[in-house]
């Protein structure tokens, strides 16, 4: 069942979300990983990601805080499930390894070592964000 029809004067929510907010990653058929549409080796994404969603170097090319970054992954239906998984661990492992360094930052210990209620200031602080649009092909 269909949610009735919006009325005329109510407000429509209109997200735009910053192009430079979203790091684009692609699986092509034949296993090919791009990243922002170049060519990129698996053995780079977690650092690529990294880099992206922290933006240390405050470029403005990459997202404008952790909280903004959004991680579009779009894989093709002739890719294989193995690149698939190595991408996906790859992406969760950026977002692991900045969580981590945060909670030794702010608290002198890992993630793992602190209580939930800090982990959850950290997770808030590091959302996963990992769009995955429906494969093509």
């Not at 092509?28 to 791009?34: F, G, P, S, W």
């Not at 549409?37 to 990459?62: C, V």
């Not at 992406?91 to 702010?106: C, F, G, H, S, V």
């Amino acid at each position: 069942k269909l949610p009735p029809m919006p009325e005329e004067n109510q407000p429509k929510n209109d997200i735009r979300i910053k192009e430079r907010n979203v790091l684009q990653v692609l699986v092509n058929a034949n296993d090919m990983l791009l990243v922002d549409g170049q060519p990129s080796d698996i053995k780079e994404l977690k650092r690529l990601a990294k880099d992206f969603i922290d933006n240390p170097s405050k470029n403005p090319e990459l997202s404008e805080s952790p909280q903004k970054a959004i991680i579009s992954l779009k894989n093709d239906r002739g890719s294989s499930y193995n690149i698939y998984i190595q991408v996906h661990n790859e992406l969760k492992a950026a977002y692991n390894e900045l969580r981590d360094a945060r909670a030794r930052t702010l608290y002198g210990r890992g993630m793992d070592q602190l209580p939930e209620s800090r982990q959850n200031e950290i997770k808030d602080y590091y959302r996963q964000v990992i769009s995955e649009a429906e494969p093509e092909g």
